[in-house]
């Protein structure tokens, strides 16, 4: 009896000593969502080294890492373990880089410099949007990748994508096909406005006031604009700037649309959410706006490490969305919404060109 007696104490702190050893759950989980956000930075990173390589730099670092996080996903399969720090950079960090991306937009130029820009910008945007749809609906196509890119067309590529992306309660792999594909295209219009520009009749400014009115992203904005000289650069991006300005009463109006089509659908329980993160992002745009340079100095340094941790933020975010794209889901739910947004594309390029 007492050799068992002595047994048990003998298990029961050997019992001890292994939970003692043992890691708390609580330690692993936040060992792995540590790991989850780090692992879409690496990949981040990976995007930054591919964009420097030639044809690549077309495309940029945010597209280069989406690139890299698909084919992750489709070789090695969703790293399961590592779920919840990539659903933190797809989610948290993606607001975090919107409201930061409020400090690109000036209001006070948009408006002083810009309003018969901002007038013509309206135009393009609703056109982008309404022409999407419809050619989408007519294709039978997916509906909601289809008006994410109607509004990555009409706004400002990836960050309105973004931003519109929780109004409308699309799903982590339609955004990430929404914003691969306005990166791709985007790049293409791009590289055809740099190729089609010296045989145009079209003045520096008129130049570029057709790129800033059509293009996609501020990034082909700045790679079909700055061919023409610093004049037509500088037109071009006052008149993308007028687009990233209608952001906010875009998602003020998706909200109202989204809450009448709930009420209207009896099974339709859901309410549709304010987007905070869109307070922020007028925040930010009113401080680089009134504030910064005005009443605070800021070193130009600093500026640009800001504008460096929104890029790098927002490609984490694009990450952890890229991480969830099925290649066969792809190519089930993309091929109609892309056509339809070429198309759209294409006569947004003409109606711009018909505006200046």
Known sequence: ???????????????????????????????????????????????????????????GQMASAIIIAVAYRQLFGYPEALKAGINFSSKILLRAAI????????????LEDGLGLLVRDIGIIIVAILLTVWLAKKLKANPVISMLLGV??????AAAIAAVAPIIKAEDDDT????????????IFGIVYTILRPILPLTPAEYGAWTGMSLHEIAHVVLAGA????????IALLAKLGRV?????LCFVLMYWMRRKSGADAA?????????????FIAMSLI?????GSVVVVPDGVMEFIGSATTWLLTAAMVGLGLNVSLGDVRKKALKPLIAMTVASIVLSVLAFVMV
């Open 288 to 292: 680089g706006t009134y504030v910064i």
């Open 245 to 249: 300005f209608l952001l906010v009463p």
């Open 99 to 110: 409201v930061l991306y409020g400090l690109k937009l000036n209001i006070h130029t948009v």
């Open 227 to 234: 061919p023409g000289g610093q004049e037509a650069l500088g």
């Open 1 to 59: 009896m007492g050799i068992l007696k002595e047994n048990e104490k003998r298990d029961e702190s050997m019992g001890s000593a292994e939970k003692k050893t043992a890691p708390s759950p609580k330690k692993n989980s936040t060992g792995l969502w540590i790991g989850g956000i780090a692992f879409t930075f690496f990949i981040a990173f990976l995007g930054y080294l591919l964009a420097k390589v030639p044809g690549f730099s077309l495309v």
């Open 176 to 187: 990430a096909i929404s914003v691969g594909i306005i990166a791709l295209m985007g790049t």
């Open 152 to 157: 990555g067309t009409g706004v400002c590529g």
């Open 268 to 280: 339709d329980g859901a309410k549709v959410g304010f987007p905070m993160f869109l307070l922020g």
